[in-house]
């Protein structure tokens, strides 16, 4: 990966605000912390083919250069392996704060440096975009609803969160950094988006990452049995990864601060889930039941109203339609041999 400084010193500031959606414009230079990982990629994908710069912030703690690999030698491309918790000098028009590690088995291995990522990390990034006059654009969870009393879950809904459990090193984090980003809205005029992701899927995940459409994936591929935590009657809702970086483009270059519900309304037992991956990889696959994990959310659907309103958005593939086109990633990625390309 190419590592340095992208230190340009030109002050284009508020670039952004000044030029209306749609019309064409120069490019921008984007930030995207965390754009080496599953979902980050995907967004780096899609700026630099509108023309944008991008510098990916990323320490590769469960990113992945694979997944950014194409871009090197692309001179609108960098690369540089930073943790968030430490500052960083840059010269941009746009962050996209992505940074942080997404699947429980991952966001629990070291609870104390999630919590960090969370808040240190969205600190600097909050302070590198007010030295710069950057919009700001934070990722944040449907966790921050927890163990939801409202069903389905709308952005005025304040959340039913454990603050002393195994997940609010997450949960918590998440919520502490929604609101120092809109501290800093508030008290230092920051342009701030606040985007609340539902559970995302899509090539390019990491196989091995514990999450269930990964887990069900890779276990029906390998031919070992489904594993179904507890008794599989708790929901989620599954948004394609391109709804999802749609949704997030479209709020950054929008009017409105949010926070956005962004997911799809779609929702499925973990049962239905398993039925779904059966019918598309392999009708005899197995299920195994195994003890739930702690604090496990019983279910889980976006309101979406909001971003159908205000941003125009809503997803387009359903969990039909995108399931096949992440198996195809997996599969070679699992069987394809000694690399690690993935489209
Ligand atoms: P991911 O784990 O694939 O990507 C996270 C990226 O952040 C990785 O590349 C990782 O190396 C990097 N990272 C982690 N800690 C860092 C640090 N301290 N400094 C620099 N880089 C660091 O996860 P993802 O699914 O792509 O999630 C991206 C963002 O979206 C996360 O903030 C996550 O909380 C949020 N989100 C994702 C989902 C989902 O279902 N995928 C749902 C809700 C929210
Ligand atoms: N920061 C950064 N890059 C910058 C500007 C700030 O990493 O370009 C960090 C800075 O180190 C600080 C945090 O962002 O820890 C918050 O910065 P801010 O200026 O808002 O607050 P202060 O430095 O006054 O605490
Ligand atoms: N889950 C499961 N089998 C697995 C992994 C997860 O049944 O192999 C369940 C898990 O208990 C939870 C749901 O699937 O109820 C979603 O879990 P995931 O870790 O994917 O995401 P999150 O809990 O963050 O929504």
Redesign the pocket.
Known sequence: AVVGLAAVHHHHHHATSRVPLGLKRRGLRVVV????????SHLVDRLLARGDSVIV????????KA?VLHHLGNPAFEMIR????EPILLEVDQIY???????PV?YKHNPV?TI??NVV?TLNMLGLAKRVGARFLL?????VYGDPLQHPQTEAYWGNVNPIGVRSC?DEG?RTAETLAMDYHRGANLEVRIA??????GPR??ID?G?VVSNFVAQALRKEPLTVYGDGKQTRSF?YVSDLVDGLMKLMEGEHVGPFNLGNPGEFTMLELAKVVQDTIDPNARIEFRPNTADDPHKRKPDITRAKDLLGWEPKVSLHKGLPLMVQDFRDRIFGGADDHTT
Do not use: W
Not at 33 to 40: H, I, S
Not at 59 to 64: H, I
Not at 139 to 143: D, L, P
């Open positions: 912390t965390g754009g080496a990982g599953f979902v980050g912030v990323d320490n590769l703690f469960t990113g992945r997944n930073h943790d968030v918790v704060h992505l940074a942080c590690p997404a699947s991952h440096k960090k990522t990390g990722t944040s969870t449907s966790e997450y998440k609340r992701i539902f559970n995302t899927y995940m990491c990452d999450r948004q």
